[in-house]
């Protein structure tokens, strides 16, 4: 019975914040628009008993996913997002792991203030620090105010409202969320291992390629899965640092939601985008599952 | 002694709270449209706690309306889309009994507003304006020389123009509802038309210069265009004014300027309305009252360099407004004024897809 109890707790979390709502999507998606209160037809009538819900379940069609097909819009906008998401999260990854691996190999004293100074960041709105980068990109920005001074450049440099400063803001907002996971599995790292590495007549590099590396895979996932995901779906960054030619697949929704004010495209993109993303993991996560069976 | 005078104060301090427990009015408007102490004045008239809340786009402002339940007991909805939100049962009548000061308005712009909210009975007009070209005057002129069209829409339009100005900058309002007849006007077809084959001619001429346009936006350009990032933007005549006002004051040598297209600019209405649901409709019609007084509507014209439909408010406003005739157009500029009516729903997805299209620039 008790058994029963913890299961159903993370299970129940499932249902209601994550089922639930991509039911309502979903149903949303298959409806049509209307100008109404809400904007979408057909809506569940109970009052009507089963004549009701027939006619409901009779309104609902895929015709606005074959909408998505139609429009090459979308297709550019997903792949759009999966190249941006894709190419920040190796960046990330590039720039996180230096830093996460200085962390872990620097005196036992100092660990605190570094990771403390990681997270120190997120005391601030992400909203505004976003803003701030505006601050700092725009062509009377501190950066090229500070590279105007200092000569390197004669004319301002066009950063703001392109995919650079997209990168730039990506890079930035997600950085501890590479961090941190990486840190945490490379301070596990016994460092023993090396040494032993070293001993049996591995070179540095070697022994990094061939110890640290591998024994650090479990954050470097994790590290991944975290920008990745999110910046995929990212909305803010690209709205705020990105120029209209930035094309990513959270602005398209945004805009079939509020521009358009189309829910049942907005919905019907919104649930592709679940299945790009959900349907990769699934299958990543079954062959790790499969491999580790294996390795027993 | 002691213990009595905590015993005060322990009952001032439980009825606090109530004393200045207030009901709230809250306030959806567009951004950088109000002299913020109005909001301070009318809290002190009326007792009411004031909520105010800014939007930068009527779409935006559609979502909520229809998404019902936005909480909102005043919000601002430009013409066209009040109609469409009226249609979709979104706004309650205007009791006009609450509202003493209606007096006040201007006939010529209620006959106007009519259109789209017949008899006014869903809403008050609070500013009215036209869509037409801020720009930095001396930038313009420096990359297109002495004679740059700068009342003209060839200004955009025209590619060849815009391939010059790309490099200092240039925004257009993220409004399809405005751009695209602005468009068809330019082209000599009919800006009202709701028919799809000739909405769809706007799509080349806009997509020839969209290499060029910087960014899609309604708002930021207030500030860019002050600041010198930009040089031109397509915009809504008292916003330009004022980041010209901006400009002035940072006095940073920016000088700005901006102008109704001589091809005829689209005049629009911004209505205030009390949703359906507003959970204070009676704070609502005082906030309504209280906007509809002559001094208040002349303040916030003053502050914000829009025209409102206010005809007793005239008399307070200053010089600058009043007589500018990009604020309070002369009747030959009034006669090329266009208005736009909504589109139908059919025909809004066809005038949607082609913004997207054209602002992805695909």
Same mark, same amino acid.
């Given at each position: 019975?008790?058994?029963?109890? +913890?299961?159903?707790?993370?299970? #129940?979390? /499932?249902?209601?914040?994550?089922?639930?709502?991509?039911?309502?999507?979903?149903?949303?998606?298959?409806? %049509?628009?209307? /100008?109404?209160?809400?904007?979408?037809?057909?809506?569940?009538?109970?009052?009507?008993?089963?004549?009701?819900? @027939?006619?409901?379940?009779?309104? +609902?069609?895929?015709?606005?996913?074959?909408?998505?097909?139609?429009?090459?819009?979308?297709?550019? #906008?997903?792949?759009?997002?999966?190249?941006?998401?894709?190419?920040?999260?190796? /960046?990330?990854?590039?720039?996180?792991?230096?830093?996460?691996?200085?962390?872990?190999?620097?005196?036992?004293?100092? @660990?605190?203030?570094?990771?403390?100074?990681?997270?120190?960041?997120?005391?601030?709105?992400?909203?505004? @620090?976003?803003?701030?980068?505006?601050?700092?990109?725009?062509?009377?920005?501190?950066?090229?105010?500070?590279?105007?001074?200092?000569?390197?450049? %004669?004319?301002?440099?066009?950063?703001?409202?392109?995919?650079?400063?997209?990168?730039?803001?990506?890079?930035?907002?997600?950085?501890?969320?590479?961090? /941190?996971?990486?840190?945490?599995?490379?301070?596990?790292?016994?460092?023993?291992?090396?040494?032993?590495?070293?001993?049996?007549?591995?070179? @540095?590099?070697?022994?990094?390629?061939?110890?640290?590396?591998? +024994?650090?895979?479990?954050?470097?996932?994790?590290?991944?899965?975290?920008?990745?995901?999110?910046?995929?779906?990212?909305?803010?960054?690209?709205?705020?640092?990105?120029?209209?030619?930035?094309?990513?697949?959270?602005?398209?929704?945004?805009?079939?939601?509020?521009?358009?004010? %189309?829910?049942?495209?907005?919905? #019907?993109?919104?649930?592709?985008?679940?299945?790009?993303?959900?349907?990769?993991?699934?299958?990543?996560?079954?062959?790790?599952?499969?491999?580790?069976? #294996?390795?027993? | *002694?002691?213990?009595?005078?905590?015993?005060?104060?322990?009952?001032?301090?439980?009825?606090?709270?109530?004393?200045?427990? =207030?009901?709230?009015?809250?306030?959806?408007?567009?951004?950088?449209?109000?002299?913020?102490?109005?909001?301070?004045?009318?809290?002190?008239?009326?007792?009411?706690?004031?909520?105010? &809340?800014?939007?930068?786009?009527?779409?935006?402002?559609?979502?909520? *309306?229809?998404?019902?339940?936005?909480?909102?007991?005043?919000?601002?909805?430009?013409?066209?889309?009040?109609?469409?939100?009226?249609?979709?049962?979104?706004?309650?009548?205007? &009791?006009?009994?609450?509202?003493?000061?209606?007096?006040?308005?201007?006939?010529?712009?209620?006959?106007?507003?009519?259109?789209?909210?017949?008899?006014?009975?869903?809403?008050?007009?609070?500013?009215?304006?036209?869509?037409?070209?801020? *720009?930095?005057?001396?930038?313009?002129?420096?990359?297109?020389?002495?004679?740059?069209?700068?009342?003209?829409?060839?200004?955009?339009?025209?590619?060849?123009?815009?391939?010059?100005?790309?490099?200092?900058?240039?925004?257009?309002?993220?409004?399809?509802?405005?751009?695209?007849?602005?468009?068809?006007?330019?082209?000599?077809?009919?800006?009202?038309?709701?028919?799809?084959?000739?909405?769809?001619?706007?799509?080349?001429?806009?997509?020839?210069?969209?290499?060029?346009?910087?960014?899609?936006?309604?708002?930021?350009?207030?500030?860019?265009?002050?600041?010198?990032?930009?040089?031109?933007?397509?915009?809504?005549?008292?916003?330009?004014?004022?980041?010209?006002?901006?400009?002035?004051?940072? &006095?940073?040598?920016?000088?700005?300027?901006?102008?109704?297209?001589?091809?005829?600019?689209?005049?629009?209405?911004?209505?205030?309305?009390?949703?359906?649901?507003?959970?204070?409709?009676?704070? =609502?019609?005082?906030?309504?009252?209280?906007?509809?007084?002559?001094?208040?509507?002349?303040?916030?014209?003053?502050?914000?360099?829009?025209?409102?439909?206010?005809?007793?408010?005239?008399?307070?406003?200053?010089?600058?407004?009043?007589?500018?005739?990009?604020?309070?157009?002369?009747?030959?500029?009034?006669?090329?004024?266009?208005?736009?009516?909504?589109?139908?729903?059919?025909?809004?997805?066809?005038?949607?897809?082609?913004?997207?299209?054209?602002?992805?620039?695909?």
């Amino acid at each position: 019975m008790r058994r029963f109890f +913890l299961i159903a707790v993370p299970y #129940a979390w /499932l249902l209601v914040l994550f089922l639930i709502p991509f039911v309502i999507v979903l149903k949303i998606s298959l409806s %049509d628009t209307e /100008l109404a209160i809400p904007p979408y037809t057909p809506t569940l009538d109970l009052s009507q008993g089963w004549a009701g819900i @027939r006619e409901f379940f009779a309104g +609902l069609d895929l015709e606005n996913f074959v909408w998505l097909t139609e429009d090459d819009l979308y297709w550019k #906008a997903y792949l759009s997002s999966l190249w941006i998401a894709t190419c920040s999260t190796i /960046l990330t990854l590039l720039i996180g792991f230096p830093i996460a691996y200085g962390m872990a190999r620097s005196p036992e004293q100092w @660990r605190a203030t570094l990771m403390m100074l990681v997270i120190l960041p997120f005391w601030t709105s992400f909203l505004i @620090r976003v803003y701030a980068w505006m601050g700092i990109l725009s062509q009377e920005g501190f950066l090229n105010q500070f590279l105007l001074w200092i000569g390197i450049i %004669d004319s301002p440099l066009t950063i703001l409202n392109t995919n650079t400063a997209v990168y730039i803001g990506i890079v930035y907002t997600y950085l501890p969320f590479m961090i /941190l996971p990486i840190y945490a599995a490379l301070d596990r790292l016994d460092g023993s291992l090396i040494e032993a590495a070293e001993d049996l007549g591995c070179s @540095r590099l070697m022994a990094f390629w061939l110890v640290t590396l591998p +024994l650090s895979r479990p954050g470097i996932i994790a590290g991944c899965f975290l920008v990745f995901i999110p910046a995929l779906g990212e909305f803010v960054i690209p709205s705020l640092l990105g120029g209209s030619g930035t094309l990513m697949i959270g602005k398209v929704l945004w805009e079939e939601f509020f521009s358009n004010r %189309d829910w049942p495209v907005a919905s #019907a993109v919104a649930v592709v985008l679940l299945l790009i993303l959900v349907i990769p993991i699934v299958l990543f996560q079954r062959n790790q599952q499969k491999q580790q069976e #294996a390795d027993q | *002694m002691p213990r009595k005078l905590t015993g005060a104060l322990a009952t001032v301090a439980l009825l606090a709270p109530f004393a200045v427990w =207030a009901e709230e009015v809250r306030v959806y408007n567009w951004s950088d449209y109000i002299d913020e102490d109005l909001l301070k004045k009318f809290e002190e008239e009326t007792g009411y706690d004031l909520i105010y &809340d800014v939007f930068d786009s009527n779409e935006v402002l559609e979502t909520k *309306m229809l998404a019902g339940g936005s909480g909102y007991d005043v919000v601002v909805p430009t013409g066209d889309f009040l109609q469409r939100q009226v249609s979709a049962g979104a706004f309650q009548k205007l &009791d006009k009994s609450k509202l003493p000061n209606a007096g006040n308005m201007w006939d010529m712009i209620e006959d106007r507003t009519s259109q789209y909210d017949p008899g006014n009975e869903y809403s008050i007009n609070y500013m009215w304006g036209t869509t037409g070209v801020g *720009m930095n005057v001396g930038k313009v002129k420096e990359v297109l020389g002495e004679d740059a069209p700068l009342n003209s829409m060839d200004l955009v339009l025209d590619p060849a123009n815009m391939e010059k100005l790309a490099d200092c900058g240039v925004y257009f309002l993220d409004a399809p509802t405005e751009i695209v007849p602005m468009v068809l006007q330019y082209l000599g077809e009919d800006p009202d038309s709701n028919d799809p084959d000739v909405i769809s001619k706007a799509e080349a001429p806009l997509l020839a210069v969209r290499p060029h346009i910087k960014k899609f936006h309604s708002s930021e350009y207030i500030n860019a265009l002050a600041n010198g990032d930009i040089c031109v933007a397509v915009g809504w005549s008292g916003d330009v004014l004022q980041a010209r006002d901006r400009a002035v004051e940072a &006095d940073n040598g920016v000088e700005i300027a901006y102008h109704p297209f001589a091809q005829g600019s689209l005049m629009w209405f911004d209505q205030m309305a009390i949703p359906t649901d507003a959970p204070n409709p009676e704070g =609502a019609h005082a906030f309504l009252n209280f906007i509809m007084d002559a001094q208040n509507m002349a303040a916030a014209s003053n502050y914000v360099y829009f025209a409102n439909g206010n005809k007793a408010s005239q008399e307070f406003l200053a010089e600058d407004v009043i007589g500018d005739v990009a604020i309070y157009p002369d009747d030959a500029t009034l006669e090329k004024l266009y208005t736009k009516s909504p589109y139908p729903s059919k025909v809004q997805r066809v005038v949607t897809r082609m913004w997207t299209k054209v602002k992805s620039g695909t």
